[in-house]
């Protein structure tokens, strides 16, 4: 009897299937459809790994299950190399992302050939080759038509190692997803996905997903919807007003004080001449520290007095304008109102520096609870007019009242935030806008994409907060596209996300040259 001999039988057979095309599908099928995939890999490392497998291999049995039961079966795979991944990757080696990608890809194809993984490999994509990344630069144009895709000068997370923004959700713990740095913040215009225009439509699909209640949980709290009001305070003895977010306007007759972040825009205007260095220098300090720091419940708040008060809008009294390094100057207004007396924060806060605590909101006898704050729900004490109206129905009341004055309205808030896509980094899809004298930021016509990465020899990022592609002059210079006269390009690329975006709608159709996809493609494939 002979021995089972692999490396004779398996490629004679990878070879017959491959051959005879087994696993490719297309939508003439008279069977039911069903389409199924992994996520695809980053092509970022000398091959694949088992973990790598571990997924793919699920994946392949699902299919392989459906084709037994005889189902119109599509499993396509694709590489995800645009990005950081793979552009570290060939800093490690030495060699360009350009090269690294297409050896990477080589390998991993020829791994998962021999596992014998049932893959469609006529529907093979990869984000990097242009052919994909014209649609990426195209919906990207289609965004910015729609105001979808916008430009904003702000405060961004900037990792010092890797030397570029990035998205909120790139920072864990204030560091870096892809080398562990502490992130600092830095000033800068960047380009931007409105997705906080869908966070409704998100929230409102979420129960019907059929995922699990921890994601779905997740999600919600990522989309972080707070309803409540914002309220404005006027400065005493001046024109200004500071605006807070509260979800408890039922309390306001119960805030004693006012607290800004540092970074607030009116911080240091509040200054007095016997407050004025004590002020200044803890605002120095406070933005020098990172948010988790600042943050952090367990130690003990610190703050100091502006030498400013501030009208409470319901009571007309003075109250005190503090500077804390507890409110954070990119999250909500910057500002908040301390109501000691029903929130924890607030109560640390007044106890440690002696400020009034009122109680607006009376507890139920049988409550148990021994906190020193009251957080739930009951008739209003010391609220003048609105004295023993439920907090549930004075939160609509006061509002509505201080609409009425002038002084507030009903406000929903997300903690969602836009997605910024601008990287400063050589290994993506270059944004697809064009600067004109005249015409400002125009996008490129369809008719002229793709807007193709040039191949350059020295992609390192240089640490000056631009990518690398604005040192290819030849490049930037161009015309706009509305009047012909000189023009430069954007030099930023696209976050490698922005491609791995919508990749499942192009392996319905990969190779179509006319369009993104084919809506009757899409569709046949999509539930
Ligand atoms: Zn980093
Ligand atoms: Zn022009």
Known sequence: MRHYNPSE???????????????HTNESSAKPKYYVTGMFPYPSGAGMHTGHFMEHSIVDAVARFRRALGYNVMYPIGWDSFGLPAENYAIKTGRKPRETTADNI????????????????S?????????????????????????????????????????????????????????DSVVVKKSMKQWFFRITAYAEQLLAELPEMDWPDKIKIAQTNWIGKSEGAEI????????????????????????????????????????????????????????????????????????VFSGSYAIN????????????????????????????????????????????VVEVIERPEDDIDTDACYHGEGGLV???????????????QIVAW????????????????????????????????????????????????????????DFQPRGDGKSVLAAQEDWVQTTCPVCGSPA????????????????????TDPHNAQQAWAPDKANYWAP
């Open 232 to 303: 404005t305070f006027q400065v005493d003895g001046s024109d200004d007003t500071i605006t807070v977010f509260s979800t408890r306007p039922d309390t306001i007759f119960g805030a004693t004080f006012l607290v800004l972040a540092p970074e607030h825009p009116l911080a240091r205007t509040l200054l007095t001449d016997e407050t004025h260095e004590l002020v200044e220098n803890y605002i120095n300090d406070a933005v020098k520290k990172s948010e988790i720091e600042r943050t952090n419940d367990t130690k003990e708040k610190t703050g």
């Open 123 to 179: 529907r093979e994509i990869n984000t990097s080759d242009p052919e994909y990344y014209k649609w990426t630069q195209w919906i990207f144009t289609k965004l910015f038509e729609k105001d979808l895709a916008y430009q904003k000068e702000s405060l961004q997370w900037w990792c010092p190692k890797d030397k570029t923004v990035l998205a909120n959700e790139q920072v864990i713990d204030g560091k870096c997803w892809r080398c």
């Open 106 to 121: 080589a390998n991993f194809k020829k791994q998962l050939r021999s596992v014998g993984a049932s893959i469609d490999w």
């Open 382 to 396: 010391n609220s003048g007019a609105f004295d023993g109206t439920r907090s549930e129905d004075a939160r609509e």
């Open 402 to 457: 201080l609409e009425q004055e002038g002084k507030g309205k009903s406000q929903i808030t997300y903690k969602m935030r836009d997605w910024l896509i601008s990287r400063q980094r050589y290994w993506g899809a270059p944004i697809p806008i064009i600067y004109c004298p005249e015409h400002g930021a125009v996008p490129v016509p369809e008719s002229d994409l793709p807007v193709l990465l040039p191949d350059v020899d």
């Open 488 to 507: 430069r390009r954007e030099t930023d690329t696209m976050d490698g996300y922005a491609c791995s975006s919508w990749y499942l709608l192009r392996y």
């Open 9 to 23: 039988i398996e490629p004679k057979w990878q070879q017959i299937w491959a051959d005879d095309q087994r696993y």
């Open 313 to 356: 809008p319901a009571t007309g009294q003075k109250i005190p304008i503090w500077i804390a390094d507890y409110v954070l100057g990119g999250y909500g207004t910057g500002a908040v109102m301390g109501v000691p007396a029903h929130d924890d924060r607030d109560f640390a806060f007044a106890e440690k520096f002696e400020l009034p």
